[in-house]
């Protein structure tokens, strides 16, 4: 599914926010006249919330951090730890004017007018003292830095390109220093541009070699033009000896012409096709290395991903209560720029689900003979063309026993056939959809999408491999192997009935050609024996449903493939050859073709798909078993039902865009008693999502009473909120809610996924 849209719902923001902002200001007046009014500042702090989850869930961050600083506020005067007091009010009101900039200019591009930070300070010395921080005051007639270098000696003070005074006071230089940068900024998009244009520009090369290649192979037709001409010579010789001596010298000079005309031209013909093959293969060598060097404009060094760790890391550690040393190896290891943008959050998870699940607390280790100190190792190096990145931990590794007990709870497998898998094959349940040994689900653990994600972006965007490694007691390693580019790779060229298709040489082990008394039956199934593995045989005619050729050779040539710990052996018609390709992607309008990845343009202009590998070896595999929950889906018709319960107009309609463009039914709720007056009226429906901080009724008090109706106890809820501190988390648990995801971390497939795996 595309990433929603949130654009479409800043206008809807704009016009709430326009009413809450209202309020506020004339209830900063009316709190100025009535400072005991705890009414009065329950129903500010509701608004300051609402505008901060609002906010954020479309995406409007410094909105959402600046009402955050004001509800601190409000929660120090609701408390009593803060004593509300007329001086008070100029800083609400300057908190209040910058949400309504910030509203104004939110969607346009336009950069905020407004010193945030400052601000942002002045809100949480408020809210912790009393008292705004003191601020050293500047001389403006010295020089300030402003932008990306620029300066200016304006005595009235620097100001950015919005107009609001920025930079810190400086010393004069004694003299301006002129300064000839070396690098430049260029935009991504030109980038992209700029390299597409080189795929093209090999695509070319491709075609001029097969010119030339059919060039060399018309070398031997003048060569026979030659003989035959040399043949016909003798007769003609014959015929102008006979003949009289004025026309017999008409007709020789005549001949003489020809046979000079047709020399020249054979020698023309080789002159043209030597130096077309040397000007093709200096042009192939420049083609080479533009590709070479625009790639490589595109690389980046790991270390830039790999720096953000250990901050991640260290509030991991915290929210888990344990200790824990992160060891961060081979940073200076480069990759596409594209691709290390899309391997950043798939480590965290796994950081995340190494120290949840992995590291024990400091007593466990303590009595196991450990360290009190846990150790998370990720380390990256290239092989060939692929980047390997591995994630261990000295932890407590991964019970195969665990994996499939917490399989058949969650109802993805039987009893019989959780008994059935092997300990390697439960270990990699832990990538399925939805999977999760947690009981309990938080936006930090437990929702079944960490390790997910982790494949869905390393397996199906990112057209790699991934694989787990280690025993109960002994600690994890997580393997990633991830192509340097998505832009050009090596693929086997394969012939499938009429069609020629490209296969990722990174998931092959072997080609090979198999005689008909090779082919063994296994449980069922074709198979092969290649030295100590064997290998299931599936057809790539009948995978793709396509008719099958005929085989050009007696043998029957099989593409042997590995990924993710599985093995397939896939009988082709033919192995046409190994060769360099271009990835061109299939566009929005066909984002997910079964079976295909993408397409390559050979050098004759052919159109050749490039075949997906996770899908070939999901579809290979399902023969074996399948998920309960996905035999349960595909046979469920009527469309579900989702409650939706919030107080906020915006984020309401955008939960409720959110389900309906999945195909549920949506019914809304404008706070948690309205929504329990519909579920006690009889509405039926398979899961509530709601809020928390709502009028008359909040989403904890919600939840209970749907927890502890026996008509409703069943119906999962789902809390979506700002509240993110542990003790509010821990109280939505005790409500009994089945997940807790904070807005901080909201996207639509987190939301998604979540209430379709908690759907029985």
Request: with cysteine.
């Amino acid at each position: 599914m595309a990433e929603f849209d949130r654009t479409t719902f800043i206008r809807r923001f704009q016009e709430e926010a326009a009413d809450i902002l209202q309020r506020l200001n004339e209830d900063v007046i009316a709190l100025e006249l009535d400072p005991g009014n705890s009414s009065l500042v329950d129903r500010m702090l509701r608004d300051a919330h609402t505008l901060k989850g609002s906010s954020r869930m479309v995406g409007l961050v410094e909105i959402s951090d600046v009402a955050h600083r004001l509800e601190d506020v409000m929660v120090a005067v609701r408390d009593g730890a803060l004593a509300y007091v007329p001086a008070m009010s100029e800083h609400v009101f300057d908190a209040l004017d910058a949400i309504v900039h910030l509203t104004e200019v939110a969607g346009t591009g336009d950069r905020p007018a407004v010193d945030l930070g400052t601000l942002q300070e002045r809100l949480a010395a408020l809210a912790r003292t009393g008292t705004e921080p003191s601020v050293e005051p500047c001389d403006m007639a010295r020089v300030h830095h402003v932008g990306d270098g620029a300066v200016s000696a304006l005595g009235d003070g620097p100001t950015d390109v919005a107009g609001g005074a920025t930079g810190l006071c400086e010393e004069p230089d004694e003299q301006l220093n002129v300064k000839v940068q070396q690098t430049i900024r260029v935009d991504t998009s030109q980038l992209d541009l700029l390299l597409n244009l080189i795929g093209e520009t090999v695509i070319s090369v491709a075609k001029y070699e097969q010119r030339v290649a059919a060039l060399r192979r018309m070398g031997p037709v003048p060569d026979d033009i030659w003989r035959s001409w040399v043949a016909l010579r003798e007769v003609f010789d014959e015929a102008l000896v006979s003949g009289d001596g004025t026309d017999a010298a008409h007709r020789a000079d005549a001949v003489s012409r020809f046979e000079r005309l047709l020399t020249a031209e054979r020698a023309a013909h080789r002159t043209l096709t030597d130096e077309f093959a040397e000007d093709l293969s200096r042009g192939v060598a420049i083609a080479g290395e533009l590709q070479e060097r625009g790639m490589d404009m595109r690389m980046l060094p790991v270390g830039t991903v790999f720096a953000t760790f250990p901050r991640a890391m260290r509030d991991l550690a915290r929210s888990f209560n344990k200790e824990v040393d992160l060891i961060l190896e081979g940073g200076e290891t480069r990759i596409d720029k594209k691709v290390l943008e899309a391997i950043s959050d798939p480590l965290v998870h796994i950081m995340r689900n190494a120290v949840d699940h992995g590291i024990e607390p400091a007593d466990e280790r303590a009595a196991l003979g450990k360290p009190p100190k846990g150790t998370i190792r990720v380390s990256a190096r290239q092989e060939g063309d692929h980047i390997i990145i591995e994630v261990s931990d000295d932890g407590a590794g991964i019970d195969p026993d665990k994996v499939r007990a917490a399989a058949v709870r969650r109802g993805h497998l039987s009893e019989a056939e959780a008994a059935a898998l092997s300990d390697r094959e439960a270990t990699l349940l832990i990538f399925e959809k939805g999977f999760s040994t947690k009981t309990i689900i938080t936006e930090v653990s437990g929702r079944g999408v960490g390790m997910d994600v982790v494949r869905e972006y390393i397996v199906e965007m990112l057209k790699g491999d991934l694989n787990v490694f280690g025993a109960k007691g002994e600690g994890a390693t997580f393997r990633l192997i991830i192509p340097l580019t998505l832009a050009i790779i090596r693929a086997l060229l394969v012939r499938v009935g009429e069609s020629v298709l490209a296969l990722p040489t990174t998931a092959i082990e072997e080609t090979m050609l198999v005689e008909p008394d090779e082919i063994i039956r296994v449980e069922g199934r074709e198979a092969i024996r290649r030295g100590l593995r064997t290998y299931p045989l599936v057809s790539m005619a009948d995978m793709l449903g396509v008719e099958p050729g005929v085989p050009y050779a007696p043998r029957l040539p099989v593409v042997t493939v590995g990924f993710s710990g599985h093995r397939f052996g896939f009988s082709v018609d033919e192995l046409v050859g190994e060769q360099q390709i271009v990835i061109k992607t299939l566009g929005s309008h066909l984002r997910k073709v079964d079976n295909i990845a993408g397409v390559t343009i050979l050098g004759a202009g052919e159109i050749v798909p490039i075949l997906n590998v996770p899908d070939l070896m999901a579809n290979a595999r399902r023969g074996g078993w399948r998920r309960r929950s996905e035999v349960c889906a595909g046979e469920r018709t009527e469309p579900r039902t989702v409650l939706i319960c919030e107080d906020s107009f915006t984020t309401r309609e955008l939960e409720r865009s959110i389900f309906e463009a999945a195909g549920y039914r949506v019914t809304v709720a404008s706070d948690g008693a309205d929504g329990l007056t519909q579920l006690r009226g009889g509405l039926q429906v398979d899961a509530v999502v709601t809020d928390v901080q709502m009028p008359r009724m909040s989403g904890f008090e919600l939840t209970r009473a749907i927890k502890s109706d026996p008509h409703l106890g069943d119906v999962p809820v789902i809390i979506v909120t700002s509240l993110e501190r542990e003790e509010e988390k821990q109280e939505g648990i005790d409500a009994g809610a089945d997940a807790y995801i904070t807005k901080s971390v909201f996207n639509q497939d987190t939301l998604l996924d979540t209430v379709e795996r908690l759907i029985r």
